[in-house]
């Protein structure tokens, strides 16, 4: 199998092959390297054909650079670098071999030097083709033209188109090269010669849309297409015009819709896109965009008849967590979506906050870019919503089974009256230091203790079950945790408590860090008034 290796990378394609594998530019020969046989460059002082080495001629640059070829081309990329060195050496000021001695190097692993060689060479700078002489115009005049690109009658008609080819070509030389301000420039010069050249019309905005600016490339376009329709009335009684033999890929696109990134065809024509396949270019992987049909603004490239999404009413539905998805019509995210925020609300504030805000920005964004065409088109099935609301009855059902257990703790007093009297209970209670509570907490537990402080945070589980924390000194500080049965008490209350001590209380605090106090579970608890 043959190969097109790639000028700007260096890299290895199949023959047919339009873009580079690796680099994604466009291949326009069959080699990589510059071979200097029978190419005119202005560098040298002869334009002579290099003839082969023999006893009474020595090797000269342009025959070591082309010998170094050859020797690439079987990947034998040393002996490809000593040819081009050599080369080199014998004139110093040849791009060609400068630039080939940068792919060998880069081949080879050598980066650094084939950045230096590739430096060299672009500071040398590659030839600029001759200006266009006399003997140049009489032997373009024999080209075989293409039937729209064939003047319509007249000698000096016939001679003008042929000389805007010329220039025609140039342009799309300088497309290749990249150099756009370059490309109007030959392009508006054919134009000037043969004013109804529509493959001319047709790159002149191609390199127009590449300098950004979208109008004059449109009306380039269209005035192509009409050339192209006025040909057609006059030459409907002749016989078919043979393909066009000229190898530049800008031609063959006219008549077709091409991407305005990279210029490759597009495989559907304007308007013919399947349904729902995002509009994507298959060379560059770039959104086609389409201002002609859907204008300057959001909607580009979109490639369904169905209604459009309103991304802000989608986001909106996300309120509730994963609706939004349906709407969508991505059943599995919102169901993940639903799930975790569950879990994060019943376990962890934060996350679930972090997951319900990530729910509604994804609604509102992938309902922008099904519109875009930029993924599949889909819309929300009674299946889906059925589906949802059944996960979301088994979320409750088990949060109803689960929650209480999980969310109480300890076991609560069942009541707050005991065998013994209030008297008695105050009579047996210790005053304890908080350290020693704290720090030696295993040799109290089972002992019935009093402490005075301010509750600061009340937690009501069901009925008449609470859950203090009580401050016990002033500013927050030696917080004790109380399991209460009883009349309701409010934050900021002071209270005296009179209790069993039960052991340490560890818990999940709302920015997720882990707390442990000392529990107490209250035998007698009695507001301080005043």
Request: contains cysteine; charged residues 25%.
């Amino acid at each position: 199998m043959d190969y097109i290796y790639c000028r700007s990378c260096g890299g290895k394609n199949p023959e047919d092959a339009t873009f580079c594998n690796r680099c994604g530019k466009r291949l326009d020969y069959s080699i990589d390297v510059v071979d200097l046989t029978n190419v005119e460059i202005t560098e040298s002082t002869t334009t002579s054909i290099v003839p082969p080495p023999s006893e009474s001629t020595e090797p000269d640059a342009k025959w070591w650079n082309n010998k170094g070829n050859e020797y690439y081309f079987k990947d034998d990329y040393e002996s490809a670098l000593d040819c081009y060195s050599k080369a080199i050496k014998l004139d110093p000021n040849l791009w060609a071999g400068w630039y080939n001695s940068s792919l060998a190097l880069s081949k080879l692993g050598r980066g650094d030097e084939a950045r230096k060689a590739r430096s060299k060479a672009d500071e040398l700078g590659k030839p600029k083709p001759p200006p266009l002489r006399d003997d140049d115009k009489k032997s373009v005049q024999d080209i075989v033209q293409t039937p729209e690109d064939k003047p319509l009658a007249g000698d000096q008609k016939r001679k003008g188109a042929t000389e805007a080819s010329v220039w025609k070509n140039r342009g799309d030389n300088s497309v290749d090269r990249e150099h756009y301000e370059e490309a109007i420039h030959y392009y508006q010069k054919a134009l000037e010669l043969d004013p109804d050249y529509a493959n001319a019309w047709h790159n002149l905005g191609f390199a127009y849309y590449k300098v950004g600016q979208p109008e004059k490339a449109q009306e380039c376009k269209e005035t192509a297409a009409r050339k192209i329709e006025e040909k057609k009335r006059i030459t409907q009684s002749t016989s078919t015009s043979k393909q066009s033999s000229e190898k530049v890929h800008l031609e063959d696109n006219i008549g077709k819709e091409t991407c305005l990134n990279c210029g490759a065809i597009l495989p559907y024509a304007q308007g013919h896109w399947p349904v729902g396949k995002p509009k994507l270019c298959p060379k560059c992987g770039v959104r086609v965009k389409d201002p002609l049909r859907y204008g300057s603004g959001s909607g580009q490239g979109k490639t369904h008849e169905e209604q459009r999404k309103n991304p802000t009413v989608t986001g909106l539905l996300s309120i509730f967590p994963g609706v939004g998805q349906l709407d969508n019509g991505q059943l599995g995210k919102g169901l993940l979506l639903l799930i975790g925020w569950s879990i994060g609300l019943f376990l962890y504030f934060i996350p679930s906050l972090i997951i319900w805000i990530y729910g509604i920005y994804d609604a509102h964004k992938t309902a922008k870019m099904m519109n875009y065409g930029d993924i599949p088109f889909k819309k929300m099935k009674g299946t889906h919503i059925a589906v949802y609301f059944v996960t979301m009855i088994v979320i409750l059902l088990i949060v109803g089974g689960i929650g209480p257990t999980l969310l109480s703790g300890p076991s609560l007093p069942t009541s707050n009256t005991n065998t013994l009297s209030v008297a008695q209970i105050k009579a047996a209670a210790k005053t304890v230091p908080y350290d020693s509570l704290f720090r030696y907490n295993e040799g109290y537990v089972g002992d019935v203790v009093y402490f005075k402080g301010e509750i600061v945070q009340v937690e009501n589980y069901y009925g008449d079950n609470y859950h203090f924390r009580i401050a016990t000194k002033d500013g927050y500080d030696d917080i004790i945790y109380v399991n209460y049965v009883g009349s309701r008490l409010l934050e900021g209350d002071i209270v005296e408590i009179w209790g069993t001590v039960k052991g340490l209380k560890r818990y999940t605090a709302i920015f997720g860090q882990s707390v442990t106090i000392p529990e107490i579970d209250s035998l007698h608890l009695q507001q301080v008034i005043g």
